[in-house]
């Protein structure tokens, strides 16, 4: 049976237009960007199996545009559709904490930092930097390393805080394993830079750790 034909209340276009987004299914959700499906197969049917033989669906998303438009059911043009709507989202975080307005959600702070680097098959170390308000200056990854760590020099984070004159700086490196437990290393790293922020008057504000499920914040931990 063709989607077209299911009862109005199962199509997934119709159930967006009618109860939004938040209520579909991953598969629902990318059978709207597939459009239509693999010979024999409905939008929904491809897409289940898609998020079955490459899935879960961020394992999926993750793929680079030219390996995503080799899978079956997408080619080139619904993999390019894809990836430009992930950087739709990319952008869309980055304009909350860039339109001026002061950083009062701290989480909204963890969710761009995993926006920007969960995924990423080595380590990442970044920071974002703030004004006396809290209000967004500027985003930059500063270290990178492998698989098992970055190295994180304060005296750099210092520098390019002070280049920005940042009153307060938040940062947040990922876990490639994919666990976001704050090891040893981060806590004392967490504690080397907010003692040498401290010294020319920048607060260190959290350090969010990134893994695949929700970021962990150092600072609801109590260890900024």
Not at 112 to 117: E, W
Not at 141 to 168: K, Q, S
Not at 182 to 204: I, W
């Amino acid at each position: 049976m063709h989607i077209r034909d299911w009862p109005p209340g199962e199509r997934p276009r119709e159930k967006l237009l009618k109860r939004g987004a938040a209520v579909l299914s991953d598969a629902e959700l990318l059978a709207i960007f597939l459009g239509s499906g693999l010979r024999g197969l409905d939008a929904v049917a491809t897409a289940r199996r898609l998020l079955a033989d490459h899935g879960p669906l961020r394992r999926l998303l993750e793929h680079a545009p030219p390996a995503l438009a080799k899978l079956p059911g997408l080619g080139p043009a619904r993999a390019c559709r894809l990836s430009a709507a992930l950087e739709l989202c990319n952008r869309y975080l980055a304009a909350g904490l860039e339109r001026g307005e002061a950083l009062t959600d701290p989480s909204a702070a963890g969710r761009y930092f995993a926006q920007r680097l969960r995924g990423h098959p080595s380590e990442i170390f970044a920071a974002l930097f703030l004004d006396t308000r809290h209000r967004a200056l500027a985003f930059e990854e500063l270290f990178r390393g492998t698989v098992d760590g970055a190295e994180v020099h304060p005296r750099e984070v210092v520098r390019r805080a002070l280049a920005h004159n940042a009153a307060a700086i938040i940062v947040g490196h990922n876990h490639p394993s994919g666990s976001a437990e704050p090891s040893a290393a981060d806590r004392a790293v967490t504690a080397r830079l907010k003692q040498s922020l401290a010294l020319v008057d920048v607060r260190l504000l959290d350090h969010f750790v990134i893994g695949d499920g929700a970021p962990v914040s150092l600072a609801a931990r109590g260890w900024v």
